[in-house]
Structures are given as C-alpha cells and as structure tokens.
C-alpha cells in the first residue's frame, strides 16, 4: 500500500469521492452538491492505496495561516479502519510537512475522536454539530 496524491477530476479523484460518498455521504442520505465539488479544485487530495484501488482518501484544504484543514477522511469499511487512518494521516501529515505546513486541524465525529488522538492529534474547542453529527 501507498500513498498518492491524486489530481481534481480524474478517475483516481472519481474513485475517491465514490468512497467518500458512499461511507460518509450516502448514510445521512446526504450528496455533495456542485458548489461543494468546484471549491474541491482548489484542495490537495490523498489516498492511500491497494494496488490499482482506493481504500483511504482525505482532503487538504488550505487555510488563510498557511495551515490545513484536513477533511472527509474516509476508509473502507470492510478494512482495519483504525490502522489505516492512521497511516494515512501519517503519510499525509509528513508530506504537508515536507511542504512547510506547520498547522494541521480537523473537525472529528465524536465517535472516531479516540482514533485521531492515537494520531496524535488533540482535541480543541466545544463539541458542535456539523451535517447533522455531533463533532470535536
């Protein structure tokens, strides 16, 4: 397995977000809307790789500090969740660094908030809500 970045409308981006809608999107009978798509042109896009297939994706957005907002972390379900999220990030959080990235945040269902401080990531702020799940 491997990581890889993957270009805005390709078919690697294509599988992607078919992953990212399926496990996260298509649950809340939820889609992503044209304006959620064309704002995606201006992301990095991850994905950790099998082969020719996409089991893990993220995207990076970039902030106005120079920092990046990681978001729709997504994994296969029928994969160890966990172990490769934290690859993933691994991964990601290395090649943003390698970029001069020195700020890295995320919005985590609260569910998955143990998962991301295995990571090494802290927990910032109150809960909220966002699309409709609790988050920190």
């Known amino acids: 397995m491997s990581l890889t970045e993957i270009q805005w409308c390709t078919a ?8 990212r809608h399926r496990v996260l999107r298509a649950p809340l009978k939820q889609k992503f809307t044209a304006e959620e798509l064309d704002v995606e042109f201006q992301c990095r896009h ?28 997504v994994v296969e ?36 908030v143990a998962a991301y401080q295995a990571a090494g990531f802290s927990i910032e702020g109150d809960p909220f809500h ?6 920190t």
């Open 130 to 135: 966002e699309l409709g799940l609790s988050h």
């Open 46 to 73: 991850f994905a950790w790789r099998n082969e020719d297939q996409i089991v893990a994706a993220v995207v990076a957005d970039t902030l106005p500090s120079g920092g990046v907002r990681l978001r729709q972390l």
């Open 77 to 112: 379900p029928d994969l160890e969740h966990d172990e490769l999220a934290t690859l993933l990030l691994a991964a990601v959080e290395q090649e943003l660094a390698s970029a001069g990235v020195k700020e890295l945040i995320l919005h985590a269902r609260t569910e998955l």
């Open 12 to 19: 690697e981006y294509q599988s992607a977000l078919d992953l």
